[in-house]
């Protein structure tokens, strides 16, 4: 069944963050995500709600920002003899590793629309690695899958990091022979 | 009748090359006004904070260019407040480089003994900690060990850190909430201010003009205290002199903007940037084999994964800062923390491919823990050069805060791209050693290459062809401008730079007060360091007379 504009949004940049940070299947019928790995991705750390705030300055755009990764996709498929199934959105419809050579092309260097691509890849990433639309220790309160996965320990209970510990506490090498007095080299 | 407001001394931005003149010329008895774009935060205001809109964007920007992104500090206090803190005194041979134009590219006046009581007097100012083996970070400490291993040397570095208040949570780049850090709030601004210098935050300086009696009139915009892309009104000041040191990021973009109505500008304005050779690696480590190759244990059943503890960079191999050896091979390797969220996207997954997202790059950050990451500061080629510039400020704003698209253009040269090789493999050559860790440089394809440290945009020099200010800052054929921040050091320095800039911020200071008498502002030179101690005013006198006199 055809999509509503809305939903073919969504699902676009949903298969974009997958892509930048995959996950598993939300469901049989979740085609956004490829599902190449197992924990929760960009998609589940809350991407889609980190792009549509105004705070990032890509909010207003991202009905482009779809309607054009999904002519991209469209011809990318078109060129590599890729069947793409109508009522999915172009994008949507790649398989994971296709996705993931259309972002490389459109990341790299030379390409004209890269300083936008670059943009949209970044919030998507950052939606995993660092949580920037929630409160880094809400976040980690509510396993938040990014910084879950990276070990980021919870912070004391005023919100703050300390770290009692943080030192081998004994001599690692010798310093360079012709340090100066300053601690800097000579 | 004309209402314009009018100060002694304008100085444009408050990192360390507008706070250490407006200390002085405070101090000496001239009427300043400080002009800062970023808002002014109390520590209580540091937050740990990843979301957008905390202090960690509110105080940092990140412009991406072409070929070269720049972070910088946006607040009061610039760079000292978001900075690491990390101040070790440039290597002599620095002095002597030649660089892309083949000739010494520092003024014939410095050299590291004659910056020396410079270097001394901000020493005195700022408190900088030698750091002892016990105040370095665990990352530090294996880097350090690392280094050993390998048959290298490893030196603490010094920080102006108050290692007592320290608490290692590794969120210096939002402001320090424990008062650690010796950022310009505790030293250099709050003496100018005392002094009767004002400070305004949010307000961002788009251009000088002249006036007809031979002063400068300096036009700002309010910027708005959330969203950034906004402005709420505008102003100017009139000025006798101008002190500009808004970063080398931004200070060539004022200047460019403004050579409409001041006339030409130097050649050298807006070009011979340098990103001080900057570049990171990652290393992955083996956990067990940083217990069994290295002896390494926390005490706490764990080798290592402490990436996230420590207080930014703690120790640096600088076996390759040996003058002897050619321009070009000489480079410092330091450890460095990078928080999540400002780049970390451009780590590269190891592999036959080695990528900057997809699977590998997850499970990469599933080891995230174990991560050391070393910062290379190679010499470059000053290889930087800014197009015209945006509408305002430095960059078209894209997000409310932090980042935005500048105009910086910066192809790195074959030698360059060499440099960075030679580093590369030595890191990979000490962290690999015995399956230490698996090493990846960042990719410079998404966001080209990336800078803390932006230097050289405006530099000093002899030669008015490739320096646009003169061996006492100021800029050819526009007298009265003093240029003092990180765009007037000449080239890249192959160790963090803010000792340096600060340094020739205070070398500075006695010609902009000889400047200032001579349009007859009522203010003398000799003030002592903030807290009032005089060693290194003692010092330096005899320099500072020579410089009074131009």
Redesign the interface.
Known sequence: MASSPEETKVETLEALAD????GPRRGPRDRAVAG??R?G?AVAAGALDLLR??????SGSLDDYARSLNEHAGGYAAEHGIAVDEDTPAFVALPYDDR?AL?RQL???GHPEK?LW??L??FC??A??????????DAIRAGHP?LT?????R?DDD?????P?????????????D??A????? | MNDVERTDVLVIGSGFGGAIPAYHLAAGGARVVVLERGPWLDTAEYEHDFKLGSSYTRIFDFTVGDGMSVLGGNCVGGGSVVYFAAMPRAPRFVFERRGSVKRRMWPAAISRDTLEPWYDRVAESISITQQGWEDVSYAGGLWAAACRHSGRSANPVPAAVDTSACVNCNWMMAGCRFDAKQSLLVNYLPAAIAHGAEVRPLHEVQSITRTPDGGYRVHYKIVHGEDYRLTEGEGRIEAKVVVLAAGAAATPVILQRSERELGAMPYAVGRYFSGNGERLNTAVLNEDRVREVLGLERGDGLAYAANQIGKGPTVANWDRLDGSLPEYTRYSLEQLYFPPGLGTILALADGPEPTWFGPAKKEMLERWQSWLIIFQMIEDDNEGVFGPPPERGNADRVSQQMLGVGRLSYKPTATTQAAWAMADAECKEILERDGLATVTPWTNDLVGAYTVHPLASCRIGDDPYTSALDDRHELRGHPGIFVTDGSAVPGALTVNPAMTISALAERAVPAIVAAARERGVEVEYGAPAPDGSTAGRRAAAPLAAALLRG
């Open positions: 892509t930048i940070v995959p190449v790995s924990t991705g705030w105004d705070a990032t300055g890509v993931a972002v990341t790299a260097p300083a670059v943009l890849v970044l990433y950052m995993y690695d660092s949580a920037a639309h929630l409160h880094t220790a990014g996965a990276m070990g980021i320990t912070p919100g703050l990091w300390r770290f510990s943080w030192s081998y506490g004994r001599p690692l090498a010798d310093p360079h022979p340090t100066t300053s601690g800097s080299p000579r």
